[in-house]
């Protein structure tokens, strides 16, 4: 079992849309959530983390962290054709040794459809 | 003004060669990282270095072998290459090893071919 579970999808949603995506981890001791978008063919880049359980908004997008449930889940409301992407999520940090190790989900593909 | 920069963009290679990818940051980031993307967009983490030493050197065959020259340019060479080892291979930086654990800064990625 993988330590950290995404669904890899394709998702396609018509523009307008709110959509979910999801992560579930088996690792208690992550504390940093983060979620990464990717374009086709391009480097990763942060869109948002989270400090342990909690909610965090940053425009159309909000990340909740169920540390509960190990749960991670990233919203993105009035979707775009430009949020077409791969949504990675990555979690990290345990312990004293934090050595910046981030664990990734398999990636989720979204597709907005205009 | 690129951040984090790699050459080559793309690496087509035969089995057995051995080849060398580079990767800089002008970010002024003390912590790089190396990380291999395969073709189901699973990334997963190969080495890092903080400072020029190597904080994070994951089950990898030694025929990878990482340098770090110093702190803003981190390279990777590969001995006698395999198929398997085509994939994309992305480095990123963060200012330290502890902002690591949530911000990492990815450059564009290599993509290697191995026929």
């Known amino acids: 079992q993988k330590e950290v579970e995404q669904d890899p999808g394709p998702l396609s949603v018509p523009e307008g849309a709110i959509v979910s995506l999801n992560c579930t981890y088996s690792?208690?001791?992550?504390?940093?959530f983060m979620w990464y978008r990717q374009y086709s063919r391009k480097g990763p880049e942060l869109l948002m983390y989270t400090y342990s359980s909690g909610n965090k908004e940053d425009g159309r997008f909000t990340a909740q962290v169920d540390k509960s449930s190990k749960y991670i889940s990233l919203f993105i409301r009035d979707s775009q054709p430009s949020d077409s992407a791969t949504y990675l999520c990555a979690m990290s940090g345990w312990g004293s040794s934090n050595t910046g190790k981030l664990i990734f989900g398999q990636g989720t593909t979204l597709q907005v459809k205009p | 003004d690129t951040a984090v920069s790699q050459t080559p963009k793309y690496l087509v290679t035969q089995m057995g060669n051995d080849k060398s990818i580079k990767c800089e940051q002008n970010l002024g980031h003390d912590t790089m990282y190396w990380y291999k993307q395969d073709s189901k967009k699973f990334l997963k983490i190969m080495f890092s270095y903080n400072n020029k030493e190597l904080i994070i050197n994951e089950t990898v065959p030694n025929r990878f072998s990482p340098k770090s020259p110093d702190k803003a340019h981190l390279n990777l060479h590969i001995n006698s290459l395999e198929l398997g080892d085509s994939a994309v291979y992305f480095c990123?930086?963060?200012?330290?090893?502890?902002?690591?654990?949530?911000?990492?800064?990815f450059g564009p990625g290599t993509r290697l071919t191995v026929t």
């Open positions: 690792n208690s001791a992550f504390q940093y």
């Open positions: 990123a930086s963060s200012q330290d090893r502890t902002s690591g654990s949530y911000e990492q800064y």
